[in-house]
């Protein structure tokens, strides 16, 4: 009988199921905080629920426990002053393993429909969640509730259905008969049985820990694996209460709650580097730095090392015939949580001697002019901006803006902006810089953070070449093209099939370029520096788990 | 309208789909070599083909061909005389990047088309093949024709039905409309892109260059990457004549036969290291020592790797109802190819205290001379001996069997045989030693060749314990049990389950451990060191391509 987690939630499997083989639109929860979809009181539960985790020690019991750990200080002013166990790591990971000898016997179906039923506890949660992601990461609420709510809960379904799929191509058993011309054929019985990896580590970042750390988390741990939970210090809360979810499930369906488990620690120690060259950490998921990750995949030689990092994301206008569009379109992709996405443009090419529009002819300047000043009109209103803008996450991409001043002339300078109802938040509007393609040193590597140049190039083949180079060479989530002409879209694809980045064209109405839909884009191709996987593909999850076989003769 | 080639070959890719799912018996080329199979002739065109090509160069054109190198002589005892085209690796890489660029723009039909299509003229050749490999490798006759031939091509077709299959699961477009409320919905065309990594390196042993060498080239080969074939210096013109029907195959169908190209070489030459580490080459696919394929994984960090290598392949004889049938299985096993299959067992557990059996309790040393007795009686026919033997591959092994007998007691010693056609051949038969499980260290090591160890243990729980370490630590590509004790049954499951090893039950008919079925067995499971990889699953072929996508607004 199949376990009733699985029956339970069957039905989301199977719509998940099918959506994969689509990547069209679905999405299993509601990325409206409306009461008609949470319930009445919903919002304020969450943020009573938030409250009430601030100021003490987060209740999660794990073996192995020595002390506590946690500093997070929300980048809205205050200090969240909540504390998590620090853990004995040899103690820690000997209950682990015990927990996961269990786990690994209890089959696909159990692992799938354990996952669902956190993912859908965790979806209850999506309010509490959003003051936690909000209050580690700046993100403002209602992009918390949404980016780490909703629909980090849709990436994480998304992952434990390309996992169960491929799973279900492996089957339970076979029966193998083979012809011995006049004598009795050979005949064997074949069992298949799926085994997990061992332990999947996830390595979490401070922006998007659950949108970047339940992929990663949920493929394991629905392919058997055990899991250990390493969020970011400046981030801990977001995964603490994902890992807490998933124990109160693993322990209610009759599993250790030590199949997920979460590792704390103090900023700039060597947890993650020791934890990631465990020999029982078998697969690992890293989202953050690519010096860091560069270092996992190179190093972690007894894990299969799946990384996002980072990369150059460019824009290359070469054309529009909605010039106000372009413009609004790529002011709100600057500006959306300070360009702290790493999917969010960082350089613009635009010809030096200017583009044709739906406005006529307009200079390289008049282009600039228009996108600065839809910055200017999107964030003109404090009240409104700090809701785009969200805040900074930490001191050094704010000190960052201040460097980056330098590497060109300032078209739109970087402004302070005051939070309504937080004074203390750290929040201010997008730098926006003038260069050209001569100086590109200047702007061929990441400046993380609301910092982006508009460069002047000698035409759209130079932006092309540019972009095609900096793809290969320093890698990128997202390539955008505005152009009306065929040729040189066509020209744009070749360069995004060729260098392997996802590329989004004339984006001008509701749909922007850092945005990236579960079951529908593949976020990262795994084919250019700045990831070596994708969200999701079969890849992701196909290496979680290996197939071990026996046979045997059939007998009469 | 799809390729013509994948038109022509439509249906043995729809039964190859089939059987992937199913993994029963299934064989897409016959492994019969009766002319009712073949034709009337075949096996005299073939040999005849073979005979053509000894003293002369290979015919192979490619650009960058600087001299020539190739010193293959038969482990029956004459040299082959052929030399091949030796490669500047710049040169002839250029011609393969301006190749792949043509190719990787074919898609998924043509890719697949091209493949059955060079694999149906493989089929066609299988008895020029069979001389070959049994003149390079040392397999004999049949073995070599069904291995190298049928076999081998069931196994590069399996690769390319998963590879299609993978492919498949990626829609090529979708339109997403994601509702707005009150407002029109976002309407959306996303296109997905099926991209090749690149450059697929395989890199060939001496034993079974075709078996193990068509996987991971046609994997590649059918998710659009360029082929560069890098056989053993040893064994180079089994591969080069895939290689020259591939281009062939290409050539016809109007792409660059520089899409698979061969890079011989000298013995002990620094070519394998050069090849892997070159940045265009982003996969690998390598079958032959541990030290090799370790370094592999390790340091061809741009590529991803694919490995094959080595391990300790055991038996755990705990009881019997069958003792002749174990005693004639293992017999064979022992003696097949004079141990030079990967899968050939090393190691044999008895208890000390003996077995039980259909004849009764059996001591240790009886059942050792049950085995040793079956070997004598398999092999004491010399002209059916050398068919079952064939030779040794070269002096390292022949070498080895001396040195190996320092390692145990004698309890069957290795004989010279002469082969009745070739009287220079290097045929002995397998030694047996006898240990114990204190003497563990001698014997926990690979002694690649016929070199087998019957080994008195504890009892049947030691000798699960003893095969579980040694899969953990030294890795093994099979597991043999037999017992008529359900308990231990389990227990053995268990363990190969735990460790990541193939198990065979009770084998006393007409299957041999060593043996592994394309369509039904995986070979290897990439859970132990023996291997990173499995023949074949969907990790095999997943992460041979990438997925690049682009959307754009749907505008009415």
């Known amino acids: 009988m199949p376990h009733p987690l699985f029956e339970k939630h069957r039905a989301t499997l199977d719509r998940a199921l099918a959506a994969i083989t689509e990547r069209g639109y679905w999405s299993a929860y509601s990325e409206s905080p409306s009461p008609r979809v949470y319930g009445e009181g919903a919002a304020e539960a969450g943020k009573a629920a938030f409250d009430a985790l601030l100021g003490k020690p987060f209740a999660l019991e794990q073996p192995g426990t020595t002390g506590t750990t946690g500093h997070e200080r929300s980048p809205y002013g205050f200090d969240l002053g909540i504390t998590y166990p620090k853990q004995d790591l040899d103690v820690m990971f000997a209950a682990v393993a015990r927990a996961a000898d269990d786990w690994k016997r209890a089959g696909p179906e159990a692992w799938a429909g354990v996952c669902l039923e956190i993912l859908a506890r965790l979806n209850q949660q999506s309010f509490l969640m959003a003051h936690a992601v909000m209050h580690t990461t700046g993100q403002a609420f209602m992009m918390a509730f949404q980016a780490a709510g909703p629909h980090a809960q849709d990436r994480g379904l998304e992952a434990v259905a390309y996992a169960y799929a491929e799973m279900q191509r492996v089957p339970q058993r076979a029966y193998w008969e083979k012809p011995q011309g006049k004598n009795p054929p050979l005949r064997m019985e074949k069992v298949f049985r799926v085994v997990p990896r061992g332990i999947g580590l996830v390595i979490g970042c401070c922006t998007f820990p659950t949108w970047n750390g339940y992929p990663g988390l949920f493929a ?20 603490a209460i994902a890992v807490k979810t998933a124990r109160d499930v693993l322990l209610e369906a009759g599993f250790s709650p030590d199949v997920v488990t979460l590792v704390a620690h103090e900023a700039n120690d060597d947890t993650a580097r020791t934890l990631a060259l465990r020999p029982d950490v078998k697969l690992i998921d890293f989202t953050g730095s690519p010096a860091h990750g560069d270092w996992l995949e190179q190093t972690a030689q007894q894990a299969v090392v799946f990384t996002e990092k980072a990369g150059v994301n460019q824009v290359i206008i070469d054309s529009t015939d909605d010039l106000p569009g372009l413009a609004r379109n790529l002011a709100f992709s600057l500006s959306l949580y300070t360009g702290q996405m790493c999917t969010a443009p960082q350089n613009l090419y635009v010809p030096a001697t200017g583009i044709e529009t739906n406005e006529g002819h307009k200079s390289f300047d008049e282009v600039a002019a228009a996108i600065t000043g839809a910055v200017q009109k999107l964030l003109g209103d404090p009240a409104r901006a700090v809701e785009i803008l969200g805040a900074v996450q930490n001191a050094g991409i704010w000190n960052r803006v201040d460097e980056a001043r330098a590497a060109g002339d300032v078209l739109l300078d970087s402004a302070i902006v005051a939070h309504p109802q937080f004074p203390a938040a750290r929040i201010r509007t997008p730098l926006v810089l003038k260069s050209t393609s001569a100086a590109r040193d200047r702007w061929l ?81 795994g084919a250019n520096p700045a990831a070596n996987a994708a969200l999701t593909d079969s890849a992701f999850v196909a290496s979680r788990f290996r197939v071990v076989q026996h046979r045997r003769h059939v007998t009469d």
Chains 1, 2 share one sequence.
């Open 445 to 525: 590597t990441e400046w993380f953070g609301p910092i982006s140049f508009i460069v002047a190039t000698r035409d759209t083949a130079e932006s092309l070449a540019i972009a095609a180079a900096a793809v290969h060479d320093r890698g990128a989530l997202t390539l955008s093209v505005y152009s009306t002409s065929d040729e040189v879209l066509a020209d744009a694809i070749a360069v995004a099939e060729d260098t392997g980045v996802a590329l989004s064209i004339n984006l001008t109405g509701g749909v922007f370029v850092n945005q990236s839909a579960a079951f529908s884009d593949y976020h990262g191709t």
């Open 220 to 239: 394991s741990l629905a392919t058997g694996n055990a899991i250990v939970v390493k969020p970011h210090p400046g981030a801990i809360l977001p995964l």
